[in-house]
């Protein structure tokens, strides 16, 4: 198993720019869920999804979009690149909706300039 | 949701025991108490979870009182390679969501 993998591993984007984060699991794990991590700040969570097709809000979830059209996948959209967005990002899923440990993806270190 | 906090930092040395302890008073009925590792450049790893009372595995211990207000986690005999970022944080069963801590970074020391 791969686990939890996300492309690309660094990034940078222009203000205004949007793009999109992949992550994909192949645990068929139902919980799917990204956090951003800024220095100082721990990890801050900012959607997550318990089965495919069902999506909800984190902490901090504005600028951000999701979709759950499979069980797999659970890309992250920037729809307008900020610079507040500058961050790394991680992928992390779970067996399902309860307290099993997650299993985090390597990240996505992304700069927006 | 229950904020959790934690020492921002903790200096030991190798075969030493690390305690690390983490406050959280408004810790919810249904939450558990979860504890990861983060090395640089990696994501963050599962270390314990626990409820209440004391757990175990082959890595670290998980204390938790009865009021359930704090948790300590404790790592027996640490070595370098134990040196990392360590999260408290609650996994919220009612609202689906871990919420992590600040953390607190170990440097153990030769």
Known sequence: ????????????????????????????????????????????????????????????????????????????????????????????????ASYNEQFFGPGTRLTVL | LAKTTQ?????????????????HNNIATNDYITWYQQFPSQGPRFIIQGYKTKVTNEVASLFIPADRKSSTLSLPRVSLSDTAVYYCSLFSGGYNKLIFGAGTRLAVHP
Not at chain 1, 9 to 25: D, E, N, R, W, Y
Not at chain 1, 27 to 35: D, F, I, L, V
Not at chain 1, 82 to 90: D, E, G, L, N, R
Request: glycine share 8%.
């Open chain 2, 7 to 23: 020492p921002i930092s903790m200096d030991s040395y190798e075969g030493q025991e690390v305690n690390i302890t983490c406050s």
């Open chain 1, 1 to 96: 198993n791969a686990g939890v993998t996300q492309t690309p591993k660094f990034q940078v984007l222009k203000t205004g720019q949007s793009m999109t984060l992949q992550c994909a699991q192949d645990m068929n794990h139902e919980y799917m869920s990204w956090y951003r991590q800024d220095p100082g700040m721990g990890l801050r969570l900012i959607h997550y999804s318990v089965g495919a097709g069902i999506t909800d809000q984190g902490e901090v979830p504005n600028g951000y979009n999701v979709s759950r059209s499979t069980t797999e996948d659970f890309p992250l959209r920037l729809l307008s690149a900020a610079p507040s967005q500058t961050s790394v990002y991680f992928c992390a899923s779970s067996y399902q």
